[in-house]
């Protein structure tokens, strides 16, 4: 399924899943459901998108009582710190194979997250520095690859969004992803990988762009963004200057709709989070922190006029006052 259902209808799926888990016994409820389910189309779509949801959920629960589990044990049976760390390091890697499998969408995609050189989880922003003196910034779920020789320096975007300060140094750097390549000259600039798309953006210097199909190419100056695939290069438009807050663990909001928001601040959380259409178009202003989104929810919630309703710990939504 490519896009999710209605806010409603998912809403109304949502609300189902919360009643047949706190009652898994009651006929009634279970009969309820059935014929609910069995209604429409887009009910049946709803339902799967919000077990979709779980199933990505499910190995961070997981993760949490293995860890209680991995502890209770060190403490009864008195292993050594290296028994315990390694049983916290196979956490890890579970935890890592549930975010980047949610996001990438695919086991290929999931298993080069895994083996990167660096990367971060959801939530997660992570700082790096490199040998040559550049520093990048690893938004969350990203993973990326680190590849320097004698004549050149290329970094191998997996999955996610980084930003880049770029060090001195002679040899030409590079960033590719599955969309194209790119050649900084001297410069600042963030680049994402998302939904079989690349979006650069320049903050300082000069970037030049070559789709990995075909002969399009494109140089984007300091203040300049755009988008390609495979194959094309969109126009040029203004770079948005607050892209680089969240490596700050900052979210700027200058007077944006609510749902422009959402999906920003949905990338730094585990589970679901809609908006009501009827409170999409809300203007959002302000700085909020990405390190903490339910504070970031709160603060939303004191400002407009809506509310957090939560039915499951990993289903939330906004919706009207």
Request: aromatic share 8%.
């Amino acid at each position: 399924m490519n896009r999710p259902p209605d806010h409603a209808t998912l809403q109304q799926a949502a609300h189902w899943y919360a009643r047949l888990s706190a009652a898994p016994e009651d006929a009634g409820t279970q009969e309820a459901w059935h014929r609910w389910h069995a209604q429409d189309e887009t009910h049946r779509q709803a339902w799967h998108y919000v077990e979709r949801i779980r199933q990505r959920f499910q190995p961070l629960q997981d993760d949490a009582d293995g860890a209680l589990h991995t502890l209770r044990s060190a403490r009864e049976s008195r292993r050594t710190r290296r028994q315990v760390l390694l049983g916290l390091g196979t956490l890890s890697v579970a935890t890592l194979l549930g975010w980047s499998g949610w996001r990438s969408g695919g086991l290929p995609q999931t298993l080069l997250a895994w083996r990167a050189d660096y990367r971060s989880g959801v939530g997660e922003v992570r700082e790096i520095s490199l040998v040559d003196g550049t520093r990048v910034w690893l938004n969350s779920a990203s993973a990326l690859d680190v590849d320097f020789s004698v004549k050149r320096r290329l970094l191998l975007l997996r999955g996610g969004e980084i930003l880049i300060e770029t060090g001195r140094d002679p040899r030409p750097f590079l960033v590719e992803t599955r969309q194209g390549r790119m050649r900084a000259l001297g410069t600042h600039f963030s680049v994402t990988q998302q939904d079989g798309r690349t979006r650069l953006a320049v903050f300082e210097g000069a970037v030049e762009v070559r789709s990995a199909v075909g002969d399009a190419s494109e140089v984007v100056q300091a203040g300049e963004q755009l988008g390609f695939d495979a194959q094309r290069i969109d126009a040029l438009t203004p770079a948005v200057q607050a892209r680089q807050a969240w490596a700050r663990g900052l979210l700027l909001a200058n007077d944006i709709p609510l749902s422009e928001f959402v999906a920003e601040l949905a990338r730094y959380r585990h589970g679901h989070l809609g908006v009501d259409p009827s409170i999409a178009g809300l203007r959002v202003m302000g700085t909020y922190p990405l390190h903490d989104t339910d504070r970031a929810l709160a603060m939303l919630e004191s400002a407009l006029p809506l509310r957090v309703q939560r039915t499951l710990p990993w289903w939330v939504s906004l919706e009207a006052r």
